[in-house]
């Protein structure tokens, strides 16, 4: 049985990359950082006691910020592969959190990989890099085009990134870099744009709230479906040789496509309701990022299939049921629609 270890494990990727593995017979450790509240959520529906027979997901406390915690629960899982999904991971917040940001985001990745470097056993590793190291890069991104990041954490991703190409190419490391563009699912956290607009649609059928406050609507993002994104990990970490493969659709959109859509479901005029707040532009914003994913379609045999306007559907409907609300009463087909 092979096992895998995730840091971040609690987060939207960590929790679908846990379901994943469980289902291809891994047993799972996850680390996750002490709280004085209950954090695991999107991972309860897999949690089992650790007494029962057959349990193969455990849970340790840990973080990126504490090395010694990092060596001390690798050297006692001793896993064959490790998944760095860790971080802070909201671009805006971390202009206002820097340090903290690049503690966790970059050092921890050093941090990580140096644990790594002393195991006396093979390790395959996976670090979770970001669409964002591209920043200013015009579109198409692919793993050729040079980065320029324009956030903190954009910048301690290009620090892990190239880190973990270091620890490849200095120590025999098989650690692999996974540029990810933007991920979404009913997981997502609820101050991505993505979830704020969908959950702000449930609140206003709800009537707990009038208006959805955005940032920046022509900011334009390539988005794709969380689970088939983890897939593209754990491919990764099944080839011969490690490498660097960016993981996208290969289409963008805009925010205010994707507030058009999500409004356009349920049958609103989102101008009625969305409001622009000034504090959620970031200093130095990042206009366009669209990915070209050929490399990982060709040697991963990895493709998206679930399409932007399925990606908003699903997502909205899901947060409509969490609000209590029918989706089959509220959910309409646009018009032109063949669905």
């Known amino acids: ?132 190291m591209f920043g200013g890069a015009p579109p198409p991104q692919s793993e050729a085009t040079p980065f ?3 956030s903190p954490y954009a910048i301690a991703k290009v620090f892990a990134h190239w880190m973990t190409v270091q620890y490849r190419d200095a120590w025999g490391l098989h650690a692999s870099n996974g540029i990810l563009f933007n991920h979404e699912s009913p997981r997502r956290g609820g101050t991505f744009v993505t979830r704020k607009v969908t959950r702000g649609i449930a609140a206003i059928l709800a ?25 593209a990990m754990w491919r990764m970490l099944q080839q011969d040789s490690p490498d660097d493969y960016v993981v996208a659709t290969g289409e963008m959109h805009s925010v205010r496509e994707l507030v058009e859509v999500a409004f356009g479901l349920v049958g609103l005029d989102w101008q009625a309701h969305v409001r622009i707040d000034e504090r959620y532009f ?34 909205l409907e899901a947060d409509l049921r969490e609000a209590g609300i029918d989706p089959a009463t509220h959910i309409h087909e646009p018009a032109g629609s063949t669905a």
């Open 1 to 132: 049985m092979k096992k895998a270890l995730i840091t971040g494990i609690t987060g939207q990727d960590g929790s679908y990359l846990a379901e994943l593995l469980l289902e291809k017979g891994y047993e799972v450790h996850g680390l996750i950082r002490r709280s004085s509240t209950f954090t695991t959520d999107r991972i309860d529906h897999l949690y089992r006691d650790p007494h029962e027979p057959g349990t193969r997901l455990f849970l340790h406390y840990a973080d990126l910020t504490d090395p010694t915690s990092l060596f001390s629960h690798l050297h006692q899982v001793k896993p064959d592969e490790v998944y760095n999904l860790g971080a802070q991971s909201h671009v805006k917040v971390s202009f206002e959190v820097p340090e903290f940001t690049a503690d966790t985001v970059g050092m921890g990745t050093l941090r990580l990989l140096e644990a790594i470097r002393t195991a006396d056993w093979p390790i395959r590793y996976y670090q979770a890099g970001s669409s964002e």
């Open 207 to 231: 009537r707990s709230d009038e208006y959805l406050y955005l940032g920046n609507l022509e900011a334009r993002r390539d988005w794709g479906y969380a689970p088939e994104y983890v897939e």
């Open 148 to 150: 320029h990041p324009r």
């Open 282 to 315: 970031r200093p130095t914003e990042v206009d366009e990022l669209c990915g070209d994913a050929s490399k990982a379609a060709r040697v991963l045999n990895w493709r998206p299939s679930v399409t932007f306007d399925s990606l908003v559907r699903l997502m």
